[in-house]
């Protein structure tokens, strides 16, 4: 794939933001979760978002809320968040070819933004057919900029709402992330020949669940669901 006319514009940007809108209402539900999380783990409101607004990383902040206990097991959070945030590689790998051709300055702070959401809805619009093949940089950014305000808005309004909400799981508030990865993945669907390669990720992350962390079983998942498509398509 050539992407010697990569661009980045404010057109790129807009796209982005418009395309994200879809999956955004998750954005804030999911921060508003972690809020309330993060409140009954003993974070103050300030911890919180700056934690929100600083990594800007479900997955992370709430393995990390998770683990947060006195004394807190600050190897084991920072070996947890490695793992989970490993998927970034194989997340980076897809968009290498197209991030060579553009300048750091541009390059770099767009990646802050980079989420699994804007990372799916990016590449699903950079497959297909040449002629409507999604080759601004911009649009990556703006498909996070919305959900970093929501996530941030969620974060506040959760940890604000903690009184009245004993207890989240309660609400169904800790399945939004499952939700949220589905339709991440529905929108990579191009056929047949994905299934093979999604039931054998599948089948080793459900099969390591029973021996490891979670955040090893996503990461074992991904690298053997990644590994049997490189193989069979001979790259």
């Known amino acids: 794939m050539s992407d010697e006319g990569a661009s980045f514009t404010l057109a790129g ?11 955004a209402p998750g954005g804030l539900l999911f921060g508003l979760s972690l809020g309330l999380l993060a409140a009954g783990a003993g974070l103050s409101l ?9 990594v800007f990383a479900g997955a992370s902040q709430y393995l990390a809320v998770e683990l947060w206990r006195e004394p807190l ?28 051709h553009l300048p750091r300055r541009q390059v770099l702070p767009t990646l802050f ?33 919305p959900l970093y305000g929501l996530w941030n808005l969620g974060s506040l309004l959760g940890h604000a709402a903690a009184g009245l ?17 589905l339709v991440l993945l529905l929108l990579q669907w191009r056929g047949r020949h994905c299934l093979l390669p999604w039931a054998v990720a599948a089948g080793v992350a459900l099969a390591a669940q029973s021996v490891l962390p979670v955040a090893w079983t996503v990461l074992l998942g ?14």
């Open 73 to 100: 097991p600050m190897a084991s959070i920072v070996l947890a968040t490695l793992v989970v945030n490993l998927r970034h590689v194989l997340m980076g790998a897809v968009l290498a070819p197209w991030l060579r």
């Open 165 to 181: 909400i004993e207890d989240p799981r309660a609400w169904g508030l800790d399945a939004l992330a499952g939700a949220m990865f």
């Open 113 to 145: 933004f980079l989420v699994d959401e804007n990372w799916g809805v990016t590449a699903g619009r950079r497959q297909g057919p040449p002629a409507g093949r999604e080759r601004d940089l911009g649009f990556l950014l703006g498909g996070g900029l």
């Open 13 to 23: 940007i807009r796209r982005g933001a418009v395309a994200i809108l879809p999956l």
């Open 222 to 235: 991904a690298l053997a669901g990644a590994l049997l498509g490189a193989l069979r398509d001979g790259r």
């Open 46 to 54: 300030a911890e919180t978002l700056f934690m929100s607004a600083s």
